[in-house]
């Protein structure tokens, strides 16, 4: 297969803006084409993840950069769209299809929790299983019933994710928290605590890809190689959180998380131990915990001690959400995936400044959402 690359990254800030679609995600393609040394003109095709905003979106976005008869693609996959759209372009490169593509992710979200008639049956918003915080909490509590995991320990995750986005200029919420403040926030629904998980809101991210040899001819700045890029969706069940351990229904019924990281580290050619750092899905902060034992960083009921530890912190050994993750950031659904690889390729370039994980060569990128969607983004210095 062609090795494909990261040549050039933007990003608009995530928050909330008086702004629109068009602009926020324009400001970002065009922050990407700038990074890589590109016009618009030298872009092949273009995939727009996104979840709410409208049907051909990407046009709409793009346009703003001059008129084009390329091919412009909008992808959606729930929380997984920007790693479905950013597959996409990596298959249009491998295929020699395209030699440069850019992937962009855009989003405007509504306030409050997703309409559950986007995603649910009629018969699981009636039974109440359609709001987020209610399938969060019954994972965390049977996983503090299994493994004696503690409110303090998910609560330690929170706190670290927003101390680290105190560095971050692209985070919603740049504020530190004290573990008193976060345990004392109200309940959503327990053991989640209001400072525990994200909040929906506006932004975008992008990244312009090329095969390697493209990268070569024109003498990108810092190509970041591609070595993973898998998205799937649940095997068994709608529900995204099902791993393979005493909670499952079958001993084999592996988890999409657990599914996607194997492929993910088989197309690598690498292991968990091999990465130096990650941003992975925190919509609340013991999904994080929970993501630590899936992506095989520590055995199954031991994500509590990691974060005891100090091993998730940026001066760990495997550090996490260096950029204070979605808890911090927020999460506009369509440039979460999309952020979090920007924020890799940050890291690996060693522009990170005072959030820099030291000698980081090798970082993995992490989404988890509706409809079972995971997908896994790996890069390589």
Known sequence: MKDVVIIGAGFHAFGRFDKTAEEIGSHAARMALADAGLAWSDIQASYLSRMYLPATS???????????????????????????????????????????????????????????????????IEMGLSLNPSYWSMR???????????????????????????????AMYRKEFSLEEIL???????????????????????????????????????????AGSV?????????????????????????????????????????????????VQDTDAFCEL????????????????????GVTEITGKHPVNMSGGLISKGEPVGASHLGQVVEIVSQLRGESGARQVEGARVGLAHVLGAGGNCAITILRK
């Open 58 to 124: 990407g046009a709409r976005i793009l346009r703003k950069l001059g008129g084009t008869d390329m091919p412009i693609v909008d992808i959606e996959a729930a929380c997984a769209s920007g790693g479905a759209a950013l597959r996409q372009g990596v298959l249009a490169i491998r295929s020699g299809e395209c030699d440069v593509v850019m992937v962009l992710g855009a989003e405007k979200m509504p306030r409050g929790f997703m309409d559950p008639r986007m995603i649910y049956a009629d018969w699981q």
């Open 290 to 309: 929970e993501i630590y034992e899936e992506l095989q960083m520590c055995p199954v009921g031991e994500g509590g001690r990691l974060i005891d530890e």
């Open 184 to 226: 004392g926030s109200p309940l959503v629904c327990d053991p989640i605590r209001r400072l525990e998980i994200c909040a929906p809101d506006d932004g975008a991210a992008a990244v312009v890809i090329a095969s390697a040899d493209y990268a070569r001819k024109i003498g990108a700045r810092a190509p970041i190689t591609i």
């Open 140 to 170: 965390a509590m049977r996983h503090m019933h299994e493994y004696g995991t503690t409110d303090l320990q998910i609560a330690k995750i929170a706190y670290k994710n927003h101390r680290n986005s105190v560095h971050n200029p692209n």
């Open 231 to 279: 998205h799937t969706i649940a095997r068994y069940s709608a529900d995204f959180r099902c791993p393979a351990d005493s909670m499952s229904a079958t001993a084999n019924n592996e988890g999409p998380t657990e599914v996607t990281a194997r492929k993910a580290y088989e197309q690598a050619g690498l292991g968990a131990e091999d990465v130096d750092c990650f941003e």
